[in-house]
């Protein structure tokens, strides 16, 4: 064995022991798993996690059930949803919460609940109501609820053109902030190889390669 192939050996064996060395989509235990809106997409993206978030998704008009059935078992699903609804009146959402509260306690997963960020858009104040709501009612469930409004977020610095969105920064800022809120998501483990193909190819091991580094060097 040459001396490259014994210190490549030590480091694997490093990270299986220490329990962060990652086999493509291979879900460890308590691994955060996004679900939801575009919200969660862009801290998925900007955070490596693994992504089941779509664009567009609505507290109203979309089906939850199918991505909570994406979150392994064992693992913790963060859930942003809210955003595509904030402009309605929050009395027009209540059937839709109850619904989504319901599958999440027939699915047995653990989520933790972003809600939707203020806005720099006329309709904040019902984005705010929407987020009061969520908080209070959340408060008797097994689900975390995470508060996507303070000073840095309602901030212009952080945000993309459309009000509604962030910059890469942002995301991460945001997810800083769920992990500090939530005690689900501080607990969870980040999968560095989420975005691997399944696939044992040259260019596969190039990036398991290079995953191993990036976990290397956490």
């Not at 210190?7 to 220490?18: D, K, N």
């Not at 235990?29 to 575009?38: F, H, L, N, P, T």
């Not at 975390?144 to 991460?172: K, M, N």
């Not at 501080?186 to 399944?198: F, I, K, M």
Request: glycine content about 6%; hydrophobic content about 45%; proline content about 3%.
């Amino acid at each position: 064995m040459t001396r490259r192939s014994m210190v490549r050996a030590g480091a694997i064996a490093t990270l299986a022991a220490i329990g962060i060395f990652c086999v493509p989509h291979t879900v460890r235990a308590a691994e955060a798993v996004v679900i939801g809106d575009s919200i969660g997409q862009g801290i998925a993206a900007s955070n490596g996690l693994r992504n089941m978030a779509q664009r567009s998704f609505s507290l109203r008009r979309s089906n939850i059930a199918k991505q909570l059935s994406q979150v392994p078992e064992g693992a913790v699903g963060i859930m942003s949803l809210g955003l595509n609804d904030a402009a309605d009146p929050v009395w027009h959402l209540v059937k839709s919460v109850e619904t989504v509260v319901a599958s999440i306690a027939r699915s047995g997963r653990k989520v933790v609940w972003v809600g939707p960020p203020c806005v720099l858009k006329t309709w904040d104040a019902r984005a705010a109501e929407l987020d009061i709501y969520l908080r209070e009612r959340l408060a008797t469930t097994a689900i975390q609820y995470v508060s996507l409004r303070d000073e840095t977020i309602c901030a212009p610095a952080l945000r993309s053109r459309d009000g509604q969105h962030f910059t890469t920064a942002g995301y991460r800022y945001v997810w800083d902030k769920i992990r500090r809120d939530s005690t689900l998501a501080a607990a969870a483990s980040v999968d560095a190889c989420a975005h691997l193909e399944p696939r044992a190819s040259r260019r596969t091991r190039t990036k398991s390669d290079a995953c191993i580094r990036q976990a290397t060097a956490r």
